[in-house]
Structures are given as structure tokens and as C-alpha cells.
């Protein structure tokens, strides 16, 4: 059974265990210990990875694949860290984390060297407003962590938690369209005017908001994102203008300030604005024009500062002919709209993003990948990539887990790349990627066919008939 995620895993859980805690937690490096919650080593996500490629049975104990020489930080010691120390400390580590333990070595929380990078390059507050953050163990926590955590809480009560990640250096481009657009959002983020950013879903319209909101005067408040397709149409208006004690069947008595509220002096993101209520459509246009709103159940009017930065691959157009989206707020939210072409627009930057795709996830997932394969190069190029940038860093970082060192070869490729098959030397690059296969698992078993069959998840006679044809 499945350890509650409240908690550590232990030597004894399973491989089913594990991918169920690393799944809910989204963390790539659990702590492991034992009975007592004193540290024994940790389980990282190659290690899950490693144990599902070898084809091990989900019951599979985790023991034979904790890594022993976890890197620590005393709890106490953090009341005086300093980000050098803190990224040394990382740095230290070869699964790229440090587990915060107290002095009985009991296990309190995570450190990952992600986390730390973030607040060294992004933070706009010192190291205590940071480590709230830094701490990955918001959905499982023991009591001293809680009462760590509440020290800080004092601190930063009041502040915002809103913040805005990205700058123009990440939106990486050797497009000169790209480029120019670039130039047009940054005209556009020095005035407080409306933006509408189109293009399909996974082209960086989010990444866009991001940086306008950084580089305006309103950087220094809030960046408060809503996303109108997620959200439940009945919870939809809450979620904009928050509610009043009593206002409906379950609201929080002491009320709950909205969206709207939260952004007072910042940038509101409505992502996929075209999925919004046309009831709410009329009411964010009121707030657009008069400034002000009101909380659902409320009686007194709000003020609301903010710059509205709206996202959408909906066709609003078609969507104001069939009275689906309301053509005055389409006109107040596209004073200034940026169309982001799709990456197949701009192949020149299938490569260049690839590769930081592989510099970033290299640390995260312990691989040690260097580039790709100058033939798998140019399937990448010229992959239409229907699922864009989210899509290119999906099959990126696939091919890290499979190919752990070295370059990307076909073998690594999914199904959708390797399906547009086309000839290469003589072959095709379906066959090109099971030649590469049999040979990455015979450098593995240092030649030893019997193993190499059981690593491919073949016969030994399959395997010969394909050494045979391959001339291996």
C-alpha cells in the first residue's frame, strides 16, 4: 500500500509506491527513512525511471536503488544561510538536492538546486521571504517544518506571492519575426495599455505576459494569473471578484479576496480569455471602464489599478459573429495584440531551444546528455511540432531519461517523430532507431547477448535475427 504522502518513503515501498508519491508531489528527489523518520538516503527520479526501463515488477522493493550519500542541512542552520552557502550546498550534491534534517537527523524537507537557482537569479525579496518557496514540502510536512514555516509566515505576512518569472532573455529566438515581436512587446510594456497575445497552445504566450509584466513600471506589484478555461463557470465570478461572508453555501465566513483584489497595482493574466461566461465578459468590461467592482455578496465598491494582459487561441473574431465573445471588450483588451507564430513558423529555433531544453533538464534529471545526433537533428527540424514549444521540451526531456549520457539518438525519439518515417542511408528511421537500441543495450551488457536481449525485452533468437540484419 501506497505511504501516505504526508510522509517519507521507506526502504521497503515499492516501485508503485514511489511513482504514486513522486507523481502527486511532483518532486524528482524523495527523502527515504526509516521507522523513526531518521534519514537513510534518497530516491530520485532516475532511479524510478532506471527501475520501469529495466522492466521491474511494480511491487519491486525501492532498497537496491536508494542512493545512500544524500547531501543534508541541519534546520537550525538555515536561520543564518547564505545564498552562496545554500548553492554550494546543492552543488554538492549529485542528485542536485539537500535534505533538510533536525538534529535527531529526522527528515523536514527538501532543498533543490532548481529551487535555489530561481531565488539567486529571480527573487525580489531577501533569503527569509525565499525559503517559503525554496522548501519543497508544502503537501507533506511534519511539525517542526510547520512551525519553521510559521516564522516565516510572520515575516511575510502582507506580501505578495504573485511574481512574475520570466524576462525577455528567456524567450530565445534567432526569428526575425520572432525577433521584432519581441521589440513591439517591450514598446508595449513601457505603457500601461491593454495586450491580447494570440497563437496556439504551447507558443509561449504566457512566457510573453511574464516579461511585459517585468519590464513595466508596474514590475514591483503583483502578477496575478487566471486561467478562465480551468476554472468552473458556477466558481468563475468568486474567482474573479471574491465574495463576502455569506455570499453563497460554503464560502469561507471571514470572506475571500478575488483576483481582481490581489492584482490592485499589477498585471492581471486572463489566460484563455475566449473560454470566459459572456455574463462575465459584461462585468469585466464594467471594471475595465469604471475602474471598480464589487465582492459577490458586497456592498461597497473596490478600486481596481490594474493592467489586464489577456492570452487566447480561440478565434474571437468568429466568435463575435456567432455572439459568443462580446465585441466591445474585444476591442478594450486588443489596444495592442502580439500574434506568436507556432515553432514550425520558425525552424531556425527548433535547435536552439532544444538544446537549452537540455541544458536546464540535465541537472534536474541527472542525466549528462551533451547534444543530439546530427541525423535525429534533422528530424527535429523538420517535425511540424503541432504541440510547439511544450511539445519539443516534452520529447526533450523523454530523450534524456533514455539516453542518460552521450547524444540523442533515434532510438530515444517518440512514436510521433518516428512514425513520419522517411529513408536514411538505406534504411528508415524507424530501423535506424532499433539499430541504435540494440547497440546502446549491447555497450550496456558489455556485449553479453543473453542480457541484451532481456534488457530490449526480446528473445535471444529475436535479438540474433536483428544483430544479423543490422550487420551488428
Not at 266 to 271: E, N, S
Amino acid at each position: 500500500m501506497i505511504q501516505p504522502i504526508n510522509t517519507y518513503l521507506r526502504p521497503t515501498d515499492t516501485l508503485e509506491d514511489a511513482a504514486r508519491v513522486m507523481l502527486e508531489t511532483r518532486f524528482d528527489v524523495l527523502p527515504v527513512g526509516d521507522e523513526q523518520g531518521r534519514l537513510v538516503g534518497v530516491f530520485s527520479r532516475s532511479s524510478l525511471y532506471r527501475m520501469i526501463l529495466e522492466k521491474l515488477p511494480s511491487h519491486t522493493s525501492i532498497e537496491g536503488f536508494v542512493k545512500t550519500d544524500a547531501v543534508t542541512t541541519p534546520l537550525e542552520r538555515l536561520d543564518h544561510i547564505t545564498f552562496e552557502e545554500l548553492e554550494r550546498v546543492i552543488q554538492n550534491s549529485r542528485v542536485g538536492s539537500s535534505i533538510i534534517i533536525d538534529r535527531d537527523r529526522r527528515i523536514i524537507g527538501v532543498l533543490t538546486k532548481s529551487k535555489v537557482v530561481n531565488a539567486l537569479v529571480e527573487s525580489k525579496n531577501d533569503l527569509r521571504e525565499q525559503l517559503e518557496a525554496i522548501l519543497q514540502t508544502d503537501a507533506w510536512e511534519p511539525a517542526p517544518r510547520r512551525e519553521y514555516a510559521a516564522r516565516f509566515q510572520e515575516k511575510t505576512q502582507g506580501k505578495s506571492d504573485h511574481l512574475a518569472t520570466y524576462q525577455w532573455e528567456h524567450i530565445l529566438t534567432r526569428d526575425k519575426a520572432m525577433k521584432q515581436l519581441i521589440i513591439s512587446a517591450q514598446k508595449a510594456a513601457r505603457r500601461d495599455t491593454s495586450v491580447l497575445l494570440r497563437g496556439e497552445s504551447g507558443t509561449g504566450k504566457e512566457l510573453f505576459a511574464h516579461a511585459i509584466h517585468n519590464a513595466s513600471k508596474r514590475s514591483a506589484g503583483p502578477f496575478v494569473t487566471i486561467n478562465c478555461a480551468s476554472v468552473p463557470e458556477h466558481l468563475l465570478e468568486a474567482e474573479f471578484f471574491g465574495y463576502e461572508n455569506g455570499a453563497f453555501t460554503g464560502a469561507d465566513r471571514s470572506g475571500r479576496m478575488g483576483k481582481l483584489e490581489l492584482a490592485h497595482g499589477g498585471t492581471l493574466f486572463l489566460d484563455e480569455i475566449g473560454d470566459m461566461a459572456l455574463h462575465l465578459q459584461a462585468k469585466l468590461l464594467r471594471v475595465i471602464e469604471g475602474k471598480e467592482f464589487y465582492r459577490v455578496g458586497g456592498t461597497k465598491p473596490i478600486h481596481a489599478d490594474i493592467r489586464i494582459i489577456s492570452a487566447t487561441n480561440a478565434p474571437l473574431e468568429e466568435m463575435i459573429a456567432q455572439k459568443a465573445f462580446r465585441e466591445d471588450l474585444y476591442y478594450r483588451l486588443h489596444v495592442m495584440t502580439l500574434s506568436i507564430p507556432p515553432l514550425r513558423a520558425r525552424a531556425n529555433d527548433i535547435l536552439l531551444v532544444a538544446n537549452a531544453f537540455i541544458k536546464q533538464l540535465n541537472p534536474v534529471l541527472e542525466t549528462s546528455v551533451t547534444g543530439i545526433e546530427e541525423s535525429v537533428q534533422k528530424v527535429l527540424y523538420q517535425y511540424e511540432w503541432p504541440g510547439n514549444i511544450r511539445q519539443l521540451r516534452n520529447v526533450i526531456e523523454r530523450a534524456l531519461i533514455l539516453a542518460e549520457n552521450g547524444k540523442i539518438s533515434f532510438a530515444d525519439l517518440p512514436e510521433e517523430l518516428l512514425g513520419r518515417a522517411t529513408v536514411l542511408h538505406g534504411k528508415t528511421i524507424v530501423q535506424a532507431a532499433e539499430k541504435t537500441e540494440i547497440e546502446r543495450a549491447l555497450r550496456e551488457t558489455h556485449g553479453n547477448k543473453v542480457k541484451a536481449a532481456r534488457l530490449l525485452g526480446m528473445s535471444r533468437s529475436v535479438l540474433y535475427e536483428k544483430l544479423k540484419k543490422f550487420n551488428l
